[in-house]
């Protein structure tokens, strides 16, 4: 049996040119993605294993809510410039996620 986060991690991620991707990196060392991700300008993606990017049609900061299995995030970079709610997923790890 799954068990699935029911508190979502919620960061602010920012883009400094229109047209410009964010994407949300994966550790490729773990296992166990499918996650949705809520890209903060009214689109949601499903069923991510693997990394997820998303083109945004205005520079800005934006508020990404990531729900589901999302056991590692992975050298987030600048773009990622704040952690609203870590959520209740279980961290399988920290190593170089920022």
Not at 8 to 29: C, E, H, L, M, R
Not at 36 to 60: E, K, P
Not at 72 to 82: C, K, N, R, S, V
């Amino acid at each position: 049996m799954t068990v699935m986060a029911q508190d979502a991690f919620i960061t602010t991620w920012k883009t400094d040119n229109p047209n410009q991707s964010i994407t949300i990196p994966v550790n490729p060392g773990v296992t166990g993605y499918n996650y949705t991700v809520d890209w903060g300008d009214g689109t949601t993606s499903t069923g991510h294993i693997g990394n997820a990017t998303h083109t945004y049609a205005a520079a800005g900061s934006y508020e990404v809510t990531i729900s589901g299995d999302f056991p590692a995030l992975y050298e987030a970079g600048q773009q990622l410039i704040f952690v609203e709610q870590w959520g209740d997923m279980i961290w399988q790890s920290m190593e170089r996620a920022f």
